[in-house]
């Protein structure tokens, strides 16, 4: 009898090993799920998204920023500034957060001459040479600041580290992210400390961490506001806002309600009120979400929501921001404005507010501003000042309700060294007037003075001079603003400078002023008297080409 071949051999035994392998797996298979879930002990770690962080050659960043001593003045004043205590001028504060190659890299916290706050300056310093790094310092202008030997002080604009050039959007797991403005006075991750921090997802430059805070709202309660934090490498926070993709350029939302009607109505999605949008959102707590209901579809298919319950505490507490139940409406085709009574059921079938459910699972709140009380960034005044007679071209960075003269998409006048402007029909002007909702964020109330109102009219022509407005733009102001002064005992003030101005809403001027003064006044009213830290109040000197700007926001008093 023949013998079977080898090759046959080597079949039923490569079967064999086959069968075995599936038995095998099919055993492995069984004990990695139970219950039709995959058992993730301690032996099997959860798997994760690889961050590589991002890092620079020769580089090193401490863990915290450390104060340091440095014995000449780097930095002073250059301003023509009105100080009231010029000896007693706080000095700059200077820290080390890392080391370049050998050369220590520093931060330079300089104090607030004017009311836009601290100024941080990142420094390289190499033996007796101070290399200023413009685009990590938060403001530099040549001339405004000097040590007492401006050759050691060089400017360099082209060093880059990788590591703290986080991106103005951010994409983590959980959606996109957009830079917003952080705290003028709060440049370090550490200073954030009056808010709740939690980990959200770790970045090529840093951990993400959500940062909740409560204050108080124009109702006079407190309300929930949330952003984002990422810690950088050398230990200052950039902050991030997740930006609705349904929100137009002009805050327009664009949704369809349930009855098909499209919506052509502005939303902020902010609760303390104001002229513009500070950089947190107000986020509703979910347990409320049992009194909300479908109102409508953005442009997209997601989801909006109403409240269906008027007895909400929410809604309810957005409709007492309307002074006796009347919100304010401006006529464009006659010019006038007025104030139109709205019950709370009509406010809540008008969209008053409603409710998105964005991809980091809040529920933030959108406020209707045309259903608003008002407050608005008040009769702003701008006055050019070119140094010969020329064209100019203005247009600002907000949704304007009025204007004088006709602004339309922007003003082009004829504009002269005394001021005096002219419009392409021939009118003249000596100022250029607009009320509305400015593009950008409103700047954190937490300096300024309070003011018995016997000396509110003395206070107000003071300080507009000292912050650099002449004589007749501080008439001007006084004659538009003192009336409209609370009449309470007392009187919180607080300026914004031209950098917090610029945020808020944003000039684009051509050719560009060589100076610019915008001043911007918030105001409340008080029955008692209270604490808040005082504001230095200073000016640029008027040189070449000179932009100014005054205007105001009256908060509801309490």
């Known amino acids: 009898m023949p013998k079977k071949p080898k090759q046959k051999r080597f079949s039923i035994q490569y079967q064999a090993l086959i069968i075995l392998i599936i038995v095998l797996l099919a055993v492995a298979i069984s004990l990695a799920f139970k219950n039709g879930k995959p058992n993730l002990g301690t032996s099997m770690p959860k798997q994760s998204h690889v961050i590589t962080q991002v890092t620079d050659e020769g580089v090193t960043w401490l863990p915290e920023p450390q104060e340091i001593q440095i014995k000449e003045e780097l930095f002073k004043p250059d301003w023509e500034t009105v100080i009231d205590d010029p000896k007693n001028s706080p000095k700059a504060m200077y820290y080390k957060i890392g080391s370049d190659n050998g050369k220590d890299v520093l931060i330079a916290i300089l104090p607030a001459i004017d009311p836009a706050g601290l100024r941080k300056i990142f420094i390289v310093h190499d033996s007796d040479e101070y290399k200023i790094i413009p685009q990590y310092s938060n403001v530099f202008y040549e001339g405004v600041y000097s040590g007492p ?20 959007n951010l994409s983590v797991p959980q959606g996109q992210l957009k830079k917003t403005q952080s705290s003028i006075d709060d440049f370090f991750f550490r200073d954030y400390t009056s808010g709740i921090l939690k980990e ?61 009607v499209k919506n052509k109505d502005p939303f902020m999605w902010n609760s303390l009120g104001g002229c513009g949008a500070p950089g947190y959102v107000a986020v509703l707590d979910p347990n409320e979400m049992k009194d909300l209901e479908t109102v409508g579809k953005t442009v997209v298919g997601e989801t909006v929501y109403g409240f269906k319950n008027l007895n909400n505490p929410t809604i309810n507490q957005y409709y007492s921001l309307l002074p006796d139940g009347k919100y304010y409406f401006y006529d464009s085709k006659t010019g006038e404005s007025q104030q139109i009574p709205i019950t709370l059921a009509e406010y809540v079938a008008k969209h008053g507010v409603f409710v998105y459910k964005d991809s980091f699972g809040r529920l933030i709140l959108f406020v209707n501003s045309a259903l608003g009380a008002g407050a608005e960034c008040g009769k702003p005044v701008i006055y050019l000042y070119p140094t010969e007679t020329m064209p100019v071209s203005v247009k600002v960075g907000a949704n304007i309700r009025i204007s004088e003269p006709e602004y339309n998409s922007g003003w082009d006048v004829v504009a002269k060294p005394n001021g005096e402007l002219t419009m392409g029909d021939g009118k003249k002007y000596t100022s250029l007037f607009w009320e509305g909702l400015g593009h950008g964020q409103y700047p954190d109330v937490n300096t300024g003075f309070v003011v018995a109102q016997k000396d509110i009219k003395e206070t107000l022509w003071t300080q507009t001079h000292k912050l650099g407005l002449n004589d007749r733009e501080a008439t001007d102001f006084m004659d538009f603003w003192l009336p409209h002064m609370p009449t309470t005992p007392f009187i919180k003030l607080t300026w914004f400078g031209t950098r917090q101005m610029d945020e808020l809403a944003p000039l684009t001027v051509n050719p560009k002023p060589d100076t610019s003064i915008r001043i911007f006044l918030d105001f409340t009213g008080l029955q008692t008297q209270e604490k808040i830290a005082p504001q230095r109040l200073s000016a640029p000197a008027r040189k070449g080409f000179t932009l100014v700007e005054w205007g105001g926001l009256l908060r509801k008093g309490k």
């Open 149 to 168: 030997e401006r050759a050691k002080n060089v400017v360099d604009g082209f060093s880059t580290y990788h590591a703290l050039a986080i991106p103005d």
């Open 200 to 260: 959200i997802s770790p970045t090529p430059w840093g951990m993400l961490y959500g940062y909740v805070i409560e204050k108080k709202n124009d109702a006079g309660t407190m309300t929930k506001l949330e952003n984002f934090i990422v810690r950088l490498a050398n230990g200052e926070a950039a902050v991030y806002q997740s930006i609705p993709q349904f929100i137009a350029d002009d805050n327009v939302a664009l949704l369809t309600w349930n009855d098909g």
